[in-house]
């Protein structure tokens, strides 16, 4: 069964750092690309980060490009995502997604990690 | 980056009746593969997204068949055959043809 599980979310000043995890189980994760999308409160779906599988190459939304980070530890079926120089407008449920190795879509999702950003 | 376009915003429907909801994209997503690159996902209360089509018209496994999808080049649309009290949600509309993925706004479905 595939599963994709976060953590690392929580409470955090403006200007913060913080790095969010999601660990994959379930199929082979090193070949697969994996992306990061967020869901500010009330509101819609925001993709935000994407890194291949093998290469390991690095895609971002213009809104987050420059102060966050995606990695991945294909020994550890791990992705992260780096926040840095965090702004109240961060604050989101951050969701991590399978992409599809035939197909560009999302099929499965993690149940999401809750980013704060207040003082 | 491509713009993605949803209507209606919200969609109040009966039970059994069915539904449907339009994407439109700023640009076309026919990649020179033939195959347009739209999914549509739904995110029931509280739950995380789930893909429910996938290339403008090919359901994801699990996926009942009252769900379909329709469209090319730049228009396209969800339908709902008969719409049941778990299909309440908001759906998605996404391109992944550039590499900055895009969503629709959502619309929001309830029942009457």
């Known amino acids: 069964e595939v599963q994709l599980v976060e953590s690392g979310g929580g409470l955090v000043q403006p200007g913060g750092s913080l790095k969010l995890s999601c660990v994959a189980s379930?199929?082979?994760?090193?070949?697969?690309?994996m992306s990061w999308v967020r869901q500010a409160p009330g509101k819609g779906l925001e993709w935000i980060a994407a890194?291949?599988?093998?290469?390991?190459?690095?895609y971002y939304a213009d809104s987050v490009k420059d102060r966050f980070t995606i990695s991945r530890d294909n020994s550890k079926n791990t992705i992260y995502l780096h926040l840095n120089s965090l702004r109240a407008e961060d604050t989101a449920v951050y969701f991590c997604?399978?992409?599809?190795?035939?197909?560009?879509?999302?099929?499965?999702w993690g149940q999401g990690s809750l980013v704060t950003v207040s003082s | 980056d491509i713009v993605m376009t949803q209507s209606p915003l919200f969609l109040p429907v009966t039970p059994g009746e069915p539904a449907s909801i339009s994407c439109r994209s700023s640009?076309?997503?026919?990649?020179?593969?033939?195959?347009?690159?739209l999914d549509w996902y739904l995110q029931r209360p509280g739950q995380s997204p789930q893909l429910l089509i996938y290339m403008g018209s090919n359901r994801a496994s699990g996926v009942s068949d009252r769900f379909s999808g329709s469209g090319s080049g730049t228009d396209f649309t969800l339908k709902i055959s008969n719409v049941e009290p778990e299909d309440v949600g908001v759906y998605y509309c996404m391109q992944a043809l550039q590499t900055v993925i895009t969503f629709g706004q959502g619309t929001r479905l309830d029942i009457k």
């Open positions: 890194i291949s599988g093998v290469t390991g190459m690095t």
């Open positions: 997604a399978r992409e599809g190795i035939t197909v560009a879509s999302f099929d499965y």
């Open positions: 640009e076309s997503l026919l990649h020179i593969n033939g195959y347009n690159y």
């Open positions: 379930g199929f082979t994760f090193t070949i697969y690309p």
